[in-house]
């Protein structure tokens, strides 16, 4: 459903009663009904909405509203009360209206028959409502517009109907509809005020149709359907009467759900013949002098006051044309928002009745200096949301606006505009209202002289830092004798030396508003950021930085300093070990060119195992090492036979366990005490984490049993999982044996 802006409501009067104390009285044979009087006419009302119900209930003949919504009535209700007036039956599962189903009612003003599911409503079923007045048969996907025949032809007879609803009554997928002169021709003898055909997937209009509809229609809705350009456009000057005209959303796209793809709507139909008169379609073509004019010419309504034209995925710019009817030109509103207008070139002439405009979100990039030329009397003009940064910056005389001389109300907000020109607002003399929003102007110097009437000036969210002298003075000047809203929250504003005026100018300023001053912040050179939710406090912080209180400057300085170095230091020491591998890696990796430090594989090693111990167990280790060399075919690593002479001992240490496949760490309480083997442990760590994707390469063998109880707390993860292997307490050869086993199986695994 397309919710239109304008007032018009395409519902029924029903809907939104007002209401008086609920009557105690039973008005139903349903006690669950519920039975008020509107409160402006009296009428009886009975509100049956809601509870599930299969048939209508009786009614006392009191009751002339009725409020059926919301069941699962599938039958039209035949026993209602004689006299009834309003009668809301939408949202129900009824397929069919057959021809005699109203004859009854008589007195009837309104219908809703809203979203039933309809298929067909036969010829004849309004033939004796000749006090209908709204009709709306709405969100039935399947009825199709060809009911219009049908509906039409009975209303005929009736000169009452006022509001006709036929929005939605076509699938939202399918082949596109055009709109036949038999479709509406018998509504010529109405005095229909309000036609709704939005959402309806119409893609022309036959000749004529337009001239056919009748001379009293105020509102058209013709939006959500996909119009192509056609002679019909020739014809809406027709509608003498016509107050609001809606072609918006046009060819909109429809978010597609699940449940769309498991609805089955058919609205496939034959072309109603019962009364279909033989209209022959006329040929299009010039006739007499054909000659083309070189400028368009859209002829509207004569009294046509609003036209909406938003949210439709035409693509264009436009170009100069003119607006025409019969008599002078009553347009106000030109709603043009949520399009896609790439550029404003016009003129737009006969266009000088037009107050309003909105051609805002339209990704447009550029305005001709021309093209308001035909809009003197625009008073409220919307073009945010737009890229016009480029064109407004590059209009140094102010041409683009300067024939607006009645503008109130400017919005440029979301335009990219990064500066904007001295004259941009030269003529505008009546501004009232400038929102330069959202934008990222990094000053603002536009003279204000000569908006004598300004009253509200939004700068917020660009990059301002300060509104300088000149600006400050003409808004004072401004201000003499009226309030002015000034907002820019959101900016860049600086708290320091050099600006303290404008602070001071910004807290003195009688007639001045700053809008959300509580939210403004301000920085100071150190990136201290003030509320000014205190601004005279904030003004005396201010005053004193400024008088050069030396003492202060250096205690906010050592401060400063103590916090940034205590974090920067605790930072390295908690990243110590990490900062140590990094630089020993990166050192050897670009001293010897070896291969990315990610990169390795097994075949890129050249050791086995590193092992990591203390010069006080190096006897247990030697002999360690050579059993496993010899008997085991393992290439080990030990600091006293392998380090490189010459090289400094982190950098043999850092290449030793980076170029072995695993580190085996014995540890005793010699090796806890010793500064090298710590460190030869970290690294282990290290490499694991940061160059083997977290894989286990890091063995401990616990030589001593208390060793492993003394470790730091950052390896407790290793004590917990039991990631280490204990030497035999006994040393028997076995248990040797079967020690150095598990030690080279570890070693030799490849997880």
């Not at 990490?578 to 050249?606: C, I, P, Q, W």
């Not at 977290?694 to 063998?701: Q, S, Y």
């Amino acid at each position: 459903m397309v919710f239109l802006l304008h007032p018009v409501l395409w519902t029924l009067p029903m809907v939104a009663l007002m209401l008086t104390e609920k009557e105690t009285f039973k008005c139903s044979s349903n006690h669950n009904c519920t039975c008020y009087k509107r409160e402006d006419s009296g009428i009886l009302f009975a509100d049956c909405s809601n509870l599930n119900l299969q048939s209508a209930p009786l009614f006392n003949d009191e009751v002339t509203g009725i409020i059926l919504t919301r069941n699962n009535i599938s039958e039209f209700p035949l026993s209602l009360p004689r006299n009834i007036r309003y009668l809301d039956i939408s949202r129900n599962v009824i397929e069919t209206i057959k021809e005699t189903s109203l004859s009854n009612y008589k007195a009837i003003h309104n219908i809703s028959l809203s979203a039933n599911g309809l298929k067909s409503i036969e010829l004849g079923f309004f033939l004796n409502s000749k006090s209908l007045t709204h009709l709306d048969v709405s969100n039935n996907q399947e009825l199709t517009l060809e009911v219009l025949v049908n509906i039409s032809h009975d209303l005929s007879l009736s000169t009452s109907i006022r509001v006709l609803n036929l929005e939605n009554v076509q699938c939202t997928y399918g082949v596109s509809f055009i709109i036949w002169k038999y479709h509406v021709s018998d509504l010529k003898s109405t005095q229909l005020e309000q036609l709704n055909l939005a959402s309806n997937r119409i893609n022309s209009l036959e000749f004529g149709v337009l001239s056919t509809l009748p001379k009293s229609l105020k509102h058209l809705n013709l939006a959500n359907n996909v119009l192509s350009y056609g002679f019909y456009i020739a014809e809406f000057g027709s509608l003498h009467s016509m107050i609001s005209l809606n072609i918006s959303f046009q060819s909109y796209f429809h978010q597609l759900k699940y449940s769309d793809l498991l609805n089955v709507c058919n609205d496939s139909r034959t072309q109603q013949t019962s009364v279909r008169s033989n209209y022959p379609v006329k040929d299009s073509k010039t006739t007499g002098n054909s000659q083309v004019s070189s400028t368009l010419s859209l002829y509207l309504p004569p009294n046509l006051e609003v036209f909406y034209f938003h949210d439709n995925m035409y693509k264009m710019t436009l170009e100069k044309f003119s607006f025409t009817s019969l008599g002078p030109p009553k347009i106000t509103h030109l709603y043009f928002q949520n399009n896609i207008i790439y550029g404003l070139n016009g003129p737009i002439l006969g266009a000088n009745s037009v107050r309003y405009i909105d051609l805002s979100n339209n990704f447009c990039n550029f305005i001709s200096d021309q093209f308001f030329d035909g809009m003197n009397n625009v008073s409220y003009l919307d073009l945010s949301k737009n890229a016009l940064g480029k064109v407004l910056e590059d209009d140094y005389n102010g041409n683009i606006f300067r024939n607006l001389v009645n503008l109130t109300t400017l919005n440029l907000r979301s335009n990219r505009i990064v500066r904007l020109p001295p004259a941009i607002f030269r003529n505008l003399n009546e501004l009232e209202t400038i929102d330069i929003s959202d934008n990222s102007l990094s000053e603002f110097s536009v003279p204000l002289g000569n908006v004598k009437r300004l009253k509200r000036l939004d700068l917020s969210n660009n990059q301002l830092l300060f509104l300088d002298e000149k600006t400050q003075n003409a808004i004072d000047s401004l201000s003499r004798n009226k309030k002015i809203l000034v907002n820019i929250t959101g900016n860049r504003l600086t708290c320091i030396c050099e600006q303290l005026e404008f602070l001071r100018w910004m807290a003195k300023s009688k007639n001045v508003k700053f809008l959300n001053l509580d939210d403004y912040l301000c920085t100071f050179r150190n990136s201290f950021k003030a509320n000014f939710l205190d601004i005279d406090n904030l003004l005396q912080v201010m005053e004193k930085h400024c008088a050069s209180y030396i003492v202060t400057i250096v205690i906010m300085t050592s401060l400063i300093f103590i916090t940034l170095t205590t974090t920067f230091g605790r930072i390295l020491y908690r990243y110590r070990w990490k900062l140590r591998y990094m630089y020993y890696v990166a050192r050897e990796k670009y001293r010897d060119n070896v291969e990315n430090v990610d990169g390795m594989t097994d075949s890129s090693f050249h050791f086995d195992a590193f092992v990591s111990y203390a010069e006080k167990d190096g006897g247990f280790v030697i002999e360690l090492v050579k059993r496993m060399e010899d008997n085991h075919n393992l290439k080990l690593c030990i600091h006293n036979r392998d380090f490189i002479p010459g090289t400094g001992i982190a950098d043999n240490i850092t290449n030793a366990i980076h170029n072995s496949r695993r580190t085996v760490a014995i540890m005793t309480s010699h090796f806890l005490d010793s500064y090298w083997c710590m460190f030869e442990l970290n690294m282990a760590r290290m490499e694991a984490i940061y160059s083997r994707n977290g894989e286990n390469v890091l063995i401990l063998v616990a030589l001593e049993k208390l060793a492993m109880a003394n470790l730091p707390f950052y390896f407790i993860d290793l004590i917990e999982s039991r990631s280490y292997i204990e030497f035999p307490e006994n040393r028997d050869d076995d248990e040797e044996s079967a020690f150095r086993s598990k030690l080279v199986a570890t070693l030799k695994s490849r997880e």
